[in-house]
T-cell receptor
Framework: NAGVTQTPKFQVLKTGQSMTLQCAQDMNHEYMSWYRQDPGMGLRLIHYSVGAGITDQGEVPNGYNVSRSTTEDFPLRLLSAAPSQTSVYFC????????????FGPGTRLTVT | AQTVTQSQPEMSVQEAETVTLSCTYDTSESDYYLFWYKQPPSRQMILVIRQEAYKQQNATENRFSVNFQKAAKSFSLKISDSQLGDAAMYFCAKLEGTDKLIFGTGTRLQVFP
């Protein structure tokens, strides 16, 4: 099993550009989530999904879109990148029970200039 | 909104000694899950230990154990026989419902030889 994979590992964007961060998992997990990690702030939830076709907003959803057309994939789209979106982004997946442990991808470091 | 608080931004320990990292949280739920994650310089999030709130017994995983005080809403991590490889950021997290992790701001642990 590859677990949770994320691409790219690093990305530099100019303000106003758009891009999609890819996330895939091969563990047949129902739940998937996107977090951003900023210095001194821990990880904060952007969007999450409890199954294919179902998504919901987390704590910091503004400026990001998601969709979940398959169980395996959960891409995160930045529509018009802003310097405030400079961060490290983590995708995670978890099964339904018993402890709902979340498995994390390796992260994407995004810089917006 | 539920919160998780880690009041120690940095801690240090001598190799082979014991260190305790603190975590408190806020919740109105009666049953829930708590986690400690380790993030080494590689930035991969690694699950260290989990605790289910309805279980009275404190969780233990080899050199890692927790002191879970449900009434006080406290969930500290004890690392025994510290090793150089334990140096990392440690995040306390609480599962909200079944699908959202709320993270603390992290504690950076340094281990000195």
């Amino acid at each position: 099993n590859a677990g949770v994979t994320q691409t790219p590992k690093f990305q530099v964007l100019k303000t106003g550009q758009s891009m999609t961060l890819q996330c895939a998992q091969d563990m047949n997990h129902e739940y998937m989530s996107w977090y951003r990690q900023d210095p001194g702030m821990g990880l904060r939830l952007i969007h999450y999904s409890v199954g294919a076709g179902i998504t919901d907003q987390g704590e910091v959803p503004n400026g990001y879109n998601v969709s979940r057309s398959t169980t395996e994939d959960f891409p995160l789209r930045l529509l018009s990148a802003a310097p405030s979106q400079t961060s490290v982004y983590f995708c995670a997946s978890s099964p339904v029970g018993p402890s709902y442990e979340q498995y994390f991808g390796p992260g994407t470091r995004l810089t917006v200039t | 909104a539920q919160t998780v608080t880690q009041s120690q931004p940095e801690m240090s320990v001598q190799e082979a000694e014991t260190v305790t990292l603190s975590c408190t949280y806020d919740t109105s739920e009666s049953d829930y899950y708590l986690f400690w994650y380790k993030q080494p310089p590689s930035r991969q999030m690694i699950l260290v230990i989990r605790q289910e709130a309805y279980k009275q017994q404190n969780a233990t995983e080899n050199r890692f154990s927790v002191n879970f005080q449900k009434a006080a809403k406290s969930f500290s991590l004890k690392i025994s026989d510290s090793q150089l490889g334990d140096a990392a950021m440690y995040f306390c997290a609480k599962l909200e419902g079944t699908d959202k992790l709320i993270f603390g701001t992290g504690t950076r642990l340094q281990v000195f030889p």
